[in-house]
Protein backbone atom coordinates (compact mmCIF):
# COMPACT_ATOMS: atom_id res chain seq x y z
CA UNK A 1 0.00 0.00 0.00
CA UNK A 2 3.19 2.27 0.97
CA UNK A 3 4.58 1.57 -2.71
CA UNK A 4 1.00 2.14 -4.34
CA UNK A 5 0.98 5.48 -2.46
CA UNK A 6 4.27 6.84 -3.33
CA UNK A 7 3.77 5.64 -6.96
CA UNK A 8 0.10 7.90 -6.78
CA UNK A 9 2.19 10.56 -5.66
CA UNK A 10 4.98 10.83 -8.02
CA UNK A 11 2.06 10.67 -10.74
CA UNK A 12 0.28 13.62 -8.88
CA UNK A 13 3.97 15.35 -8.89
CA UNK A 14 4.38 14.66 -12.84
CA UNK A 15 1.02 16.37 -13.61
CA UNK A 16 1.09 19.69 -11.48
CA UNK A 17 3.16 21.24 -13.53
CA UNK A 18 1.36 20.68 -16.76
CA UNK A 19 -1.82 21.78 -15.00
CA UNK A 20 -3.67 25.31 -14.85
CA UNK A 21 -1.74 25.47 -11.36
CA UNK A 22 1.56 25.85 -13.31
CA UNK A 23 3.96 24.07 -10.34
CA UNK A 24 6.48 24.01 -13.11
CA UNK A 25 8.88 23.27 -10.22
CA UNK A 26 7.35 19.98 -9.11
CA UNK A 27 8.74 18.21 -12.27
CA UNK A 28 11.87 18.30 -10.49
CA UNK A 29 10.67 15.95 -7.35
CA UNK A 30 8.35 13.85 -9.91
CA UNK A 31 11.55 12.57 -12.01
CA UNK A 32 13.57 12.36 -8.67
CA UNK A 33 11.36 9.69 -7.53
CA UNK A 34 11.29 7.96 -11.27
CA UNK A 35 15.39 7.59 -10.54
CA UNK A 36 15.06 6.14 -6.80
CA UNK A 37 12.22 4.09 -8.12
CA UNK A 38 13.34 2.27 -11.38
CA UNK A 39 10.57 -0.26 -11.21
CA UNK A 40 8.13 -1.37 -13.28
CA UNK A 41 5.14 -1.44 -11.21
CA UNK A 42 6.10 1.88 -9.93
CA UNK A 43 6.08 2.74 -13.27
CA UNK A 44 3.26 1.86 -14.39
CA UNK A 45 0.98 2.76 -11.70
CA UNK A 46 2.89 6.58 -11.41
CA UNK A 47 2.27 6.93 -15.40
CA UNK A 48 -1.09 6.03 -15.28
CA UNK A 49 -1.83 8.75 -12.54
CA UNK A 50 -0.12 11.07 -14.90
CA UNK A 51 -1.64 10.40 -17.86
CA UNK A 52 -5.04 9.95 -16.15
CA UNK A 53 -5.16 13.52 -14.49
CA UNK A 54 -3.26 15.44 -17.60
CA UNK A 55 -5.89 13.91 -19.97
CA UNK A 56 -9.28 13.45 -18.58
CA UNK A 57 -9.64 16.86 -20.06
CA UNK A 58 -10.72 14.93 -23.26
CA UNK A 59 -13.78 13.64 -21.62
CA UNK A 60 -15.49 16.70 -21.95
CA UNK A 61 -15.20 16.70 -26.03
CA UNK A 62 -16.11 12.81 -25.60
CA UNK A 63 -19.12 13.04 -22.98
CA UNK A 64 -20.01 16.56 -23.01
CA UNK A 65 -20.27 17.27 -27.08
CA UNK A 66 -19.92 13.96 -28.42
CA UNK A 67 -22.89 12.42 -26.55
CA UNK A 68 -21.20 9.54 -25.75
CA UNK A 69 -22.03 7.29 -22.60
CA UNK A 70 -19.88 8.17 -19.46
CA UNK A 71 -18.93 4.85 -18.38
CA UNK A 72 -17.84 3.84 -21.89
CA UNK A 73 -15.62 6.79 -22.25
CA UNK A 74 -14.04 7.03 -19.64
CA UNK A 75 -13.43 2.88 -19.69
CA UNK A 76 -11.80 3.73 -23.75
CA UNK A 77 -9.91 6.46 -21.59
CA UNK A 78 -8.41 4.08 -19.20
CA UNK A 79 -7.63 2.01 -22.17
CA UNK A 80 -5.88 5.03 -23.74
CA UNK A 81 -3.98 6.41 -20.64
CA UNK A 82 -2.50 2.86 -20.02
CA UNK A 83 -1.10 2.40 -23.41
CA UNK A 84 0.42 5.58 -23.04
CA UNK A 85 1.64 4.61 -19.99
CA UNK A 86 3.62 1.57 -21.41
CA UNK A 87 4.72 3.03 -24.08
CA UNK A 88 6.50 6.03 -22.20
CA UNK A 89 7.29 4.90 -18.86
CA UNK A 90 7.59 1.15 -18.89
CA UNK A 91 9.27 0.39 -22.67
CA UNK A 92 11.91 2.97 -21.63
CA UNK A 93 12.57 1.19 -18.53
CA UNK A 94 12.32 -2.45 -19.28
CA UNK A 95 15.07 -0.95 -22.22
CA UNK A 96 17.42 0.36 -20.08
CA UNK A 97 17.64 -2.78 -17.86
CA UNK A 98 18.45 -4.91 -20.75
CA UNK A 99 21.39 -2.29 -21.50
CA UNK A 100 22.71 -2.87 -17.79
CA UNK A 101 20.43 -0.04 -16.07
CA UNK A 102 23.02 2.38 -16.18
CA UNK A 103 21.21 5.02 -14.62
CA UNK A 104 22.76 7.71 -16.66
CA UNK A 105 20.85 6.01 -19.48
CA UNK A 106 17.63 6.48 -18.21
CA UNK A 107 17.26 10.39 -19.09
CA UNK A 108 18.41 9.08 -22.82
CA UNK A 109 15.80 6.38 -23.43
CA UNK A 110 12.69 8.43 -21.83
CA UNK A 111 13.42 11.53 -24.30
CA UNK A 112 13.99 8.91 -27.06
CA UNK A 113 10.86 7.63 -26.70
CA UNK A 114 8.98 10.79 -26.44
CA UNK A 115 10.43 11.20 -30.14
CA UNK A 116 8.93 8.29 -31.10
CA UNK A 117 5.77 8.40 -29.56
CA UNK A 118 5.30 12.24 -30.77
CA UNK A 119 5.12 10.54 -33.74
CA UNK A 120 3.99 7.17 -33.88
CA UNK A 121 1.66 5.58 -34.22
CA UNK A 122 -1.12 7.10 -36.57
CA UNK A 123 0.55 10.57 -36.57
CA UNK A 124 1.82 10.43 -33.11
CA UNK A 125 0.66 11.81 -29.60
CA UNK A 126 3.37 15.07 -29.00
CA UNK A 127 1.92 15.48 -25.83
CA UNK A 128 2.52 16.05 -22.28
CA UNK A 129 6.59 15.92 -23.28
CA UNK A 130 8.71 17.00 -20.07
CA UNK A 131 10.79 19.48 -21.79
CA UNK A 132 7.77 21.57 -22.37
CA UNK A 133 7.31 22.83 -18.67
CA UNK A 134 10.92 24.41 -19.38
CA UNK A 135 9.70 27.09 -21.02
CA UNK A 136 8.83 28.56 -17.55
CA UNK A 137 12.20 28.57 -16.25
CA UNK A 138 13.61 31.81 -15.75
CA UNK A 139 16.63 32.75 -18.45
CA UNK A 140 17.18 28.88 -19.03
CA UNK A 141 14.02 28.61 -21.05
CA UNK A 142 15.48 30.83 -23.97
CA UNK A 143 18.34 27.82 -24.29
CA UNK A 144 15.05 25.78 -26.48
CA UNK A 145 15.86 28.01 -29.13
CA UNK A 146 18.93 25.43 -29.34
CA UNK A 147 17.67 22.65 -27.67
CA UNK A 148 14.09 22.02 -28.71
CA UNK A 149 11.55 20.77 -26.63
CA UNK A 150 13.18 17.87 -26.80
CA UNK A 151 16.59 18.78 -25.82
CA UNK A 152 14.67 20.47 -22.77
CA UNK A 153 13.55 17.07 -21.87
CA UNK A 154 17.19 16.06 -21.77
CA UNK A 155 18.46 19.15 -19.64
CA UNK A 156 15.69 18.71 -17.13
CA UNK A 157 16.21 14.99 -16.82
CA UNK A 158 20.05 15.29 -16.38
CA UNK A 159 19.61 18.44 -13.98
CA UNK A 160 17.51 16.37 -11.66
CA UNK A 161 20.04 13.33 -11.82
CA UNK A 162 23.10 15.40 -11.32
CA UNK A 163 21.03 16.81 -7.91
CA UNK A 164 20.05 12.78 -7.61
CA UNK A 165 23.52 11.98 -7.61
CA UNK A 166 24.94 14.60 -5.67
CA UNK A 167 27.45 15.55 -8.27
CA UNK A 168 27.03 18.96 -7.36
CA UNK A 169 29.97 20.59 -9.72
CA UNK A 170 29.30 18.87 -12.99
CA UNK A 171 25.35 20.25 -11.82
CA UNK A 172 26.51 23.89 -11.84
CA UNK A 173 28.19 23.32 -14.52
CA UNK A 174 24.98 21.95 -16.85
CA UNK A 175 23.17 24.84 -15.00
CA UNK A 176 25.90 27.51 -16.34
CA UNK A 177 25.84 25.53 -19.96
CA UNK A 178 22.13 26.15 -20.01
CA UNK A 179 22.25 29.68 -18.87
CA UNK A 180 25.02 31.12 -21.27
CA UNK A 181 22.94 29.06 -23.94
CA UNK A 182 19.95 30.70 -23.24
CA UNK A 183 21.86 34.12 -22.99
CA UNK A 184 23.19 33.32 -26.41
CA UNK A 185 19.62 33.03 -28.14
CA UNK A 186 18.17 35.82 -26.02
CA UNK A 187 20.73 38.47 -28.01
CA UNK A 188 20.24 36.83 -31.05
CA UNK A 189 16.42 37.89 -30.66
CA UNK A 190 16.89 40.99 -29.19
CA UNK A 191 19.26 41.68 -32.25
CA UNK A 192 16.82 40.34 -34.63
CA UNK A 193 13.88 43.11 -33.09
CA UNK A 194 16.27 46.19 -33.59
CA UNK A 195 15.24 46.30 -37.66
CA UNK A 196 12.51 44.18 -37.66
CA UNK A 197 8.90 45.57 -39.50
CA UNK A 198 5.86 46.37 -37.46
CA UNK A 199 2.60 44.89 -37.79
CA UNK A 200 -0.41 46.13 -36.50
CA UNK A 201 -2.84 42.98 -35.77
CA UNK A 202 -6.29 42.42 -34.75
CA UNK A 203 -7.13 39.02 -33.36
CA UNK A 204 -10.66 38.26 -32.69
CA UNK A 205 -11.73 35.98 -30.11
CA UNK A 206 -15.30 34.92 -31.04
CA UNK A 207 -16.88 33.03 -28.39
CA UNK A 208 -19.18 30.78 -29.78
CA UNK A 209 -19.83 28.05 -27.36
CA UNK A 210 -19.09 24.45 -28.89
CA UNK A 211 -23.03 23.69 -28.82
CA UNK A 212 -23.91 26.02 -30.63
CA UNK A 213 -20.78 25.47 -33.17
CA UNK A 214 -22.12 21.91 -33.36
CA UNK A 215 -25.29 23.06 -34.65
CA UNK A 216 -24.97 24.33 -38.43
CA UNK A 217 -28.77 26.20 -37.56
CA UNK A 218 -27.57 28.08 -34.68
CA UNK A 219 -23.94 28.43 -35.58
CA UNK A 220 -25.59 30.17 -38.82
CA UNK A 221 -27.27 32.59 -36.42
CA UNK A 222 -23.90 33.76 -34.92
CA UNK A 223 -22.93 34.78 -38.73
CA UNK A 224 -23.88 38.54 -38.74
CA UNK A 225 -22.71 39.45 -35.00
CA UNK A 226 -19.47 37.59 -36.43
CA UNK A 227 -19.29 39.51 -39.44
CA UNK A 228 -20.24 42.80 -36.93
CA UNK A 229 -16.80 42.47 -35.08
CA UNK A 230 -14.86 42.07 -38.11
CA UNK A 231 -16.15 45.65 -39.59
CA UNK A 232 -15.40 47.18 -36.20
CA UNK A 233 -11.99 45.43 -36.46
CA UNK A 234 -10.99 46.76 -39.85
CA UNK A 235 -12.27 50.06 -38.25
CA UNK A 236 -9.08 50.35 -36.81
CA UNK A 237 -6.78 50.15 -39.12
CA UNK A 238 -5.13 46.77 -38.62
CA UNK A 239 -2.42 45.43 -41.25
CA UNK A 240 -3.96 41.95 -40.26
CA UNK A 241 -7.04 40.70 -38.87
CA UNK A 242 -7.30 37.06 -37.59
CA UNK A 243 -10.45 35.01 -37.01
CA UNK A 244 -9.76 31.85 -35.01
CA UNK A 245 -10.47 28.33 -36.21
CA UNK A 246 -13.80 27.52 -38.18
CA UNK A 247 -14.86 30.53 -37.53
CA UNK A 248 -17.64 30.66 -39.74
CA UNK A 249 -20.68 28.11 -40.35
CA UNK A 250 -20.02 28.67 -44.24
CA UNK A 251 -18.00 26.81 -46.62
CA UNK A 252 -15.16 28.83 -47.84
CA UNK A 253 -15.66 27.59 -52.01
CA UNK A 254 -19.65 28.28 -51.13
CA UNK A 255 -19.88 32.04 -53.34
CA UNK A 256 -23.16 32.65 -53.00
CA UNK A 257 -23.37 32.38 -49.19
CA UNK A 258 -24.38 36.25 -48.16
CA UNK A 259 -21.74 35.98 -44.72
CA UNK A 260 -18.63 34.82 -47.23
CA UNK A 261 -19.53 37.75 -49.70
CA UNK A 262 -20.05 39.86 -46.86
CA UNK A 263 -16.26 38.52 -45.84
CA UNK A 264 -14.99 39.32 -49.08
CA UNK A 265 -16.09 43.14 -49.19
CA UNK A 266 -14.59 43.63 -45.60
CA UNK A 267 -11.47 42.60 -46.77
CA UNK A 268 -11.08 45.66 -48.90
CA UNK A 269 -10.27 47.44 -45.80
CA UNK A 270 -7.97 45.08 -44.58
CA UNK A 271 -6.69 41.76 -44.86
CA UNK A 272 -8.47 39.18 -43.01
CA UNK A 273 -6.91 35.64 -42.14
CA UNK A 274 -9.98 33.34 -41.30
CA UNK A 275 -9.61 29.43 -40.26
CA UNK A 276 -12.72 27.20 -42.34
CA UNK A 277 -13.84 24.30 -43.22
CA UNK A 278 -14.02 23.73 -47.21
CA UNK A 279 -15.38 20.81 -49.55
CA UNK A 280 -13.64 20.46 -52.78
CA UNK A 281 -13.36 17.54 -55.44
CA UNK A 282 -16.55 16.16 -54.69
CA UNK A 283 -17.08 15.55 -51.03
CA UNK A 284 -13.95 16.17 -49.75
CA UNK A 285 -14.18 17.97 -46.51
CA UNK A 286 -10.99 20.59 -45.61
CA UNK A 287 -9.48 22.47 -42.51
CA UNK A 288 -7.59 25.30 -43.63
CA UNK A 289 -6.65 28.89 -43.37
CA UNK A 290 -7.71 31.24 -45.77
CA UNK A 291 -6.09 35.45 -46.55
CA UNK A 292 -8.44 37.20 -48.43
CA UNK A 293 -7.41 40.86 -48.91
CA UNK A 294 -9.07 43.26 -51.74
CA UNK A 295 -12.10 41.01 -52.49
CA UNK A 296 -9.72 37.81 -53.08
CA UNK A 297 -8.44 35.02 -52.01
CA UNK A 298 -4.86 35.40 -51.94
CA UNK A 299 -3.46 32.23 -50.36
CA UNK A 300 -4.76 29.08 -48.30
CA UNK A 301 -3.06 26.88 -45.53
CA UNK A 302 -5.30 23.04 -45.73
CA UNK A 303 -4.16 21.49 -41.88
CA UNK A 304 -1.71 18.58 -43.08
CA UNK A 305 -1.57 16.98 -38.91
CA UNK A 306 -5.04 15.88 -39.10
CA UNK A 307 -6.64 14.52 -35.42
CA UNK A 308 -6.89 11.11 -34.98
CA UNK A 309 -10.37 9.89 -34.58
CA UNK A 310 -11.12 13.79 -34.13
CA UNK A 311 -10.87 14.89 -37.75
CA UNK A 312 -10.50 10.98 -39.12
CA UNK A 313 -11.12 7.44 -38.05
CA UNK A 314 -7.31 5.71 -38.60
CA UNK A 315 -7.38 1.74 -39.47
CA UNK A 316 -8.56 -0.18 -38.24
CA UNK A 317 -10.92 1.81 -36.34
CA UNK A 318 -13.51 3.00 -38.72
CA UNK A 319 -16.45 0.55 -36.96
CA UNK A 320 -16.38 3.03 -34.41
CA UNK A 321 -18.22 5.47 -36.78
CA UNK A 322 -21.24 3.14 -36.35
CA UNK A 323 -20.80 3.04 -32.92
CA UNK A 324 -20.59 6.68 -32.32
CA UNK A 325 -22.88 9.32 -33.92
CA UNK A 326 -20.81 12.09 -32.90
CA UNK A 327 -17.90 10.83 -34.97
CA UNK A 328 -19.95 9.80 -38.05
CA UNK A 329 -19.38 11.69 -41.43
CA UNK A 330 -16.75 12.26 -43.60
CA UNK A 331 -12.72 11.94 -42.79
CA UNK A 332 -10.93 15.47 -43.12
CA UNK A 333 -8.30 15.33 -46.26
CA UNK A 334 -4.81 16.00 -45.25
CA UNK A 335 -3.11 19.00 -46.35
CA UNK A 336 0.56 18.40 -48.47
CA UNK A 337 2.30 21.97 -48.90
CA UNK A 338 4.14 23.21 -45.87
CA UNK A 339 4.38 26.72 -46.76
CA UNK A 340 3.59 30.18 -45.34
CA UNK A 341 0.70 32.44 -47.22
CA UNK A 342 2.68 35.49 -48.53
CA UNK A 343 0.97 39.06 -49.07
CA UNK A 344 3.07 41.51 -49.54
CA UNK A 345 5.52 41.60 -46.46
CA UNK A 346 3.93 39.25 -44.20
CA UNK A 347 4.83 36.36 -45.12
CA UNK A 348 2.73 34.19 -41.89
CA UNK A 349 2.74 30.08 -40.75
CA UNK A 350 -0.72 29.03 -40.01
CA UNK A 351 -0.67 25.63 -38.39
CA UNK A 352 -4.20 24.66 -37.35
CA UNK A 353 -5.29 23.49 -33.71
CA UNK A 354 -2.96 20.57 -32.64
CA UNK A 355 -0.60 21.22 -35.24
CA UNK A 356 1.22 23.61 -32.41
CA UNK A 357 2.66 20.21 -31.04
CA UNK A 358 4.62 19.14 -33.91
CA UNK A 359 8.15 20.61 -33.33
CA UNK A 360 9.19 19.44 -36.90
CA UNK A 361 6.13 20.91 -39.06
CA UNK A 362 6.25 24.34 -36.97
CA UNK A 363 9.51 24.58 -37.94
CA UNK A 364 8.89 23.95 -41.51
CA UNK A 365 6.18 26.16 -41.74
CA UNK A 366 8.60 29.06 -39.89
CA UNK A 367 11.21 28.64 -41.82
CA UNK A 368 10.29 31.18 -44.77
CA UNK A 369 7.54 33.17 -42.32
CA UNK A 370 8.37 36.00 -40.56
CA UNK A 371 5.15 35.40 -38.27
CA UNK A 372 3.03 32.83 -37.02
CA UNK A 373 -0.50 32.50 -36.66
CA UNK A 374 -2.36 29.37 -34.52
CA UNK A 375 -6.00 29.11 -35.61
CA UNK A 376 -8.02 27.01 -32.97
CA UNK A 377 -11.13 25.95 -31.24
CA UNK A 378 -10.45 25.02 -27.43
CA UNK A 379 -14.26 24.68 -26.99
CA UNK A 380 -14.19 21.52 -27.11
CA UNK A 381 -12.14 20.99 -23.75
CA UNK A 382 -13.95 24.06 -22.30
CA UNK A 383 -11.40 26.21 -19.42
CA UNK A 384 -9.42 22.95 -18.20
CA UNK A 385 -6.02 21.55 -18.16
CA UNK A 386 -6.32 20.62 -21.88
CA UNK A 387 -6.52 24.15 -23.13
CA UNK A 388 -3.56 25.05 -20.65
CA UNK A 389 -1.46 22.56 -22.36
CA UNK A 390 -2.54 24.00 -25.20
CA UNK A 391 -1.66 27.12 -25.08
CA UNK A 392 1.91 26.03 -23.39
CA UNK A 393 3.28 24.75 -26.81
CA UNK A 394 2.67 28.28 -28.63
CA UNK A 395 5.12 29.35 -25.92
CA UNK A 396 7.73 26.48 -26.45
CA UNK A 397 6.91 26.92 -30.32
CA UNK A 398 8.01 31.14 -29.98
CA UNK A 399 10.99 30.88 -28.41
CA UNK A 400 12.41 27.47 -30.68
CA UNK A 401 11.21 29.60 -33.81
CA UNK A 402 12.29 33.11 -32.82
CA UNK A 403 9.15 34.26 -33.78
CA UNK A 404 6.06 36.90 -32.82
CA UNK A 405 2.83 33.78 -32.88
CA UNK A 406 -0.92 34.92 -32.65
CA UNK A 407 -2.88 32.26 -30.82
CA UNK A 408 -6.49 33.29 -31.84
CA UNK A 409 -8.83 31.08 -30.31
CA UNK A 410 -12.64 31.16 -30.41
CA UNK A 411 -12.85 30.22 -26.70
CA UNK A 412 -10.22 31.41 -25.63
CA UNK A 413 -7.18 32.40 -24.16
CA UNK A 414 -6.39 34.91 -27.40
CA UNK A 415 -3.24 36.25 -27.06
CA UNK A 416 -0.32 37.44 -28.73
CA UNK A 417 3.09 35.70 -27.35
CA UNK A 418 7.00 37.17 -27.90
CA UNK A 419 9.71 35.21 -29.34
CA UNK A 420 11.02 34.98 -25.75
CA UNK A 421 7.63 33.19 -24.97
CA UNK A 422 6.19 35.96 -23.08
CA UNK A 423 2.42 36.69 -23.15
CA UNK A 424 2.34 40.34 -24.05
CA UNK A 425 -1.44 40.76 -24.37
CA UNK A 426 -3.99 38.30 -23.98
CA UNK A 427 -8.13 38.20 -23.57
CA UNK A 428 -10.16 36.34 -21.33
CA UNK A 429 -11.74 33.25 -21.21
CA UNK A 430 -15.04 32.99 -23.58
CA UNK A 431 -14.91 37.01 -23.76
CA UNK A 432 -15.97 38.18 -27.09
CA UNK A 433 -13.81 40.89 -28.12
CA UNK A 434 -10.99 42.27 -30.73
CA UNK A 435 -7.50 42.61 -29.60
CA UNK A 436 -5.29 45.43 -31.03
CA UNK A 437 -1.29 44.56 -30.81
CA UNK A 438 1.31 45.11 -32.30
CA UNK A 439 3.78 42.93 -33.40
CA UNK A 440 7.31 42.57 -35.01
CA UNK A 441 8.07 40.32 -38.62
CA UNK A 442 11.13 38.01 -37.58
CA UNK A 443 13.02 36.40 -40.02
Not at 360 to 376: C, F, G, P, R, Y
Request: proline residues 5%; aromatic residues 16%; charged residues 20%.
Amino acid sequence: MKRSLLAILNGILLYLPFSSYNLWFLIFPGIFMLLRRPNQMHYLLTGFTFFFLSLRCVNIASIEYGDINPFLAYTLFALFCLFLTIYQMNLPLYMWKKMGGRLWLLPVLYTLFEVARSYVPYGGFPWLIVGETSVNFPAVKYSLRFLTVYGGSLLIWYITYLAFKRRFLALLALLSFSFLLGLSAKQQILKALEDAKILKVALLQTAVPQQDKLSDKKFREYTDEMLSMVSQAVKEKPDLVVLPESAFAFFFSDEFDRGRQELFELSYQAPILVGLVDIREGLKPYNSAYLVADGQLVGYYDKIRLLPIGEYMPFPFGFLKDVFSAISGLDYVPGTQKRPIVYKNIQVATPICFEIAYWDLVKELSKKANLVAVLTNDGWFNHSDCSYQHFMWAKVRAIENGKFILWVNNSGDTAVINPFGEVVKKMPYMKRGILIEYVRLLP
